[in-house]
């Protein structure tokens, strides 16, 4: 098995095989968090402009992202899983488009299979992979906005990576690190409204669940995400 880490939309331009798009902070921990909250499924967006034709067509959707961090005017729920708990999605369609995580999934164009990545069920994404057995295994980190990268989605690749090669990792050792250098935003007071401490600990959690989050492409086009159990 090949398994290369990538960095970025660069990076998710040039994955192949069997591909995870990674994003601890926050798109992908989060849409675990929605997906075992009842949602049908959710459908991860590049374009807000699309995010809002979605949702004026289907008014019944669930809008649910953010740009720069915050909630994009309009929008159910911004970015946060520690805002959307409690919040029954029970048979939801939810449109998701952020800076990062989601221009991820839309630009890895080249692989022959796309799932999110994210600690919340990185011990799954290994069962899963394993399962599949591929000849190539891509993990692109989107970083922040998809600007630079950042520790916590580069330890997360390195964490899945590790685990498929039977190594050990330390993982307490890299959670003190992500606090004290990419997570260190969240802990700061002039962001708790959009970005609150606790997203830290819910996005951390290292095999919350127990499923992969699998992207399939309709007719039209939409990328759609749908929960396998592992």
Excluded: W
Excluded at 84 to 102: E, L, M, P, R, Y
Excluded at 170 to 196: C, V, W
Excluded at 205 to 229: E, M, T, W
């Amino acid at each position: 098995m090949e398994i290369e880490i990538f960095q970025l939309i660069e990076g998710a331009k040039k994955a192949k095989g069997l591909t995870i798009v990674i994003d601890v902070f926050r798109a992908f921990s989060l849409a675990c968090y929605i997906m075992e909250q009842g949602a049908k499924e959710i459908i991860p967006v590049g374009d807000i402009k699309l995010a809002y034709k979605l949702k004026e067509e289907n008014p019944e959707y669930v809008l649910i992202g953010e740009r720069h961090e915050k909630i994009p005017k309009g929008f159910d729920f911004g970015n946060s899983p520690a805002q959307i708990q409690g919040i029954d999605f029970s048979n939801k369609t939810i449109v998701h488009t952020t800076s990062a995580g989601t221009q991820g999934l839309v630009n890895a164009n080249g692989a022959s299979e796309k799932i999110t990545g994210s600690f919340v069920n990185a011990p799954s994404i290994v069962k899963y992979i394993k399962s599949k057995n591929p000849e190539t295994v891509s993990l692109v980190c989107m970083g922040y906005a998809a600007q630079y990268p950042t520790e916590e989605d580069t330890f997360c690749a390195e964490f899945i990576r590790d685990s498929l090669l039977s190594k050990t990792t330390d993982y307490d050792a890299m959670i003190e690190i992500i606090r004290n250098t990419s997570g260190k935003r969240l802990f700061e007071l002039q962001n708790q409204l959009h970005s609150p401490e606790k997203d830290f600990y819910l996005c951390t959690d290292l095999g919350r669940f127990n499923f992969v989050l699998k992207a399939i492409s309709d007719k039209d086009g939409l990328i759609r995400l749908h929960k396998i159990v592992c």
